[in-house]
C-alpha cells in the first residue's frame, strides 16, 4: 500500500508570502492530485499530474516522479487561500486493477493572515 | 452544469440505526467513488462503481457497510447497525471515467451517530 506524508502539517504565512507543501510517497503512482478542502468541508480538485509542471493562476504543482515527490507552491498568498491542501495519488497503470483507488495524505492546514 | 450532489448534508443517528446516504454524480459521469473522511483522520476510499462493472467494494470497513447504484447513475450507502466510530463525513466523488480522468467531489454528508 502506498504511503503518504505530507508536510508541514499546519502552516501560517503572511498575506503574500510564497507557501510550499510537500507530498512524498512510497510506491510509484500514474497520478498525483492535489485537493483543496475550505472550512466548509467542500472539496475542490486542483491539479491531476503525471509528470512535469502545471499552473493554474497563483497555483503551481510539481512532481518528481523518480524522487517520488510533488510539490504545492502559491504564490502571493492571501486569506482567501486558507483551507487544508491534500495530497492522493493513484498507483498502479490506468487499466490496471486497483488503478484508480486513491490514498490519501492528512493534509496541510494553510492559515494565511492578513 | 450540476455538480455533484450529497444528501443530507447533516445526519444525526442514534446507535444501532440504520442511515442511508445519497449520492447524485455529474451527469455523463461513469465513475463514482464513495469515501470518508473521520475527525482527525485523512480520507479513506469506501467503494467504487464503474458503469455497469460489478463495484470494487475492498475499501468497506465491515460488513455492515453496502452501496449500491441504481441505472448507473444515483448511489446509495447504506450503513447498518450504526456504532458510534461511524461518526464521519462521507464524501462522494464522479469523474468522466476511471483512468486519467478528475475526480470532482460533493459537499458530503456529516453523520453522527449518538
Known amino acids: 500500500k502506498n504511503e503518504v506524508e505530507q508536510s508541514p502539517q499546519n502552516l501560517t504565512a503572511q498575506e503574500g508570502e510564497f507557501i510550499t507543501i510537500n507530498c512524498s510517497y512510497s510506491?510509484?503512482?500514474?497520478?498525483l492530485h492535489w485537493l483543496q478542502q475550505h472550512p466548509g468541508g467542500g472539496i475542490v480538485s486542483l491539479f491531476m499530474?503525471?509528470?512535469g509542471k502545471k499552473k493554474h493562476g497563483r497555483l503551481i504543482a510539481t512532481i518528481n516522479i523518480q524522487e517520488k515527490h510533488s510539490s504545492l507552491h502559491i504564490t502571493a498568498s492571501h486569506p482567501r487561500d486558507s483551507a487544508v491542501y491534500i495530497c492522493?495519488?493513484?498507483?498502479?497503470?490506468?487499466?490496471?486493477?486497483?488503478?484508480?483507488?486513491?490514498?490519501f495524505g492528512k493534509g496541510t492546514k494553510l492559515s494565511v493572515i492578513p | 452544469g450540476a455538480g455533484v450532489s450529497q444528501s443530507p448534508s447533516n445526519k444525526v443517528t442514534e446507535k444501532g440505526k440504520d442511515v442511508e446516504l445519497r449520492c447524485d454524480p455529474i451527469?455523463?459521469?461513469?465513475?463514482l467513488y464513495w469515501y470518508r473522511q473521520s475527525l482527525g483522520q485523512g480520507l479513506e476510499f469506501l467503494i467504487y462503481?464503474?458503469?455497469?462493472?460489478?463495484?470494487?467494494k475492498s475499501g468497506l470497513p465491515s460488513d455492515r457497510f453496502s452501496a449500491e447504484r441504481t441505472g448507473g447513475s444515483v448511489s446509495t450507502l447504506t450503513i447498518q447497525r450504526t456504532q458510534q466510530e461511524d461518526s464521519a463525513v462521507y464524501l462522494c466523488?464522479?469523474?468522466?471515467?476511471?483512468?486519467?480522468?478528475?475526480?470532482?467531489f460533493g459537499p458530503g454528508t456529516r453523520l453522527t451517530v449518538t
Open positions: 466523488a464522479s469523474s468522466y471515467r476511471t483512468g486519467s480522468y478528475e475526480q470532482y
Open positions: 510506491v510509484g503512482i500514474s497520478a
Open positions: 499530474l503525471s509528470s
Open positions: 492522493a495519488v493513484r498507483s498502479g497503470l490506468d487499466s490496471g486493477a486497483g488503478s484508480y483507488q486513491l490514498t
Open positions: 451527469s455523463g459521469h461513469t465513475a
Open positions: 462503481f464503474q458503469g455497469n462493472s460489478a463495484p470494487d
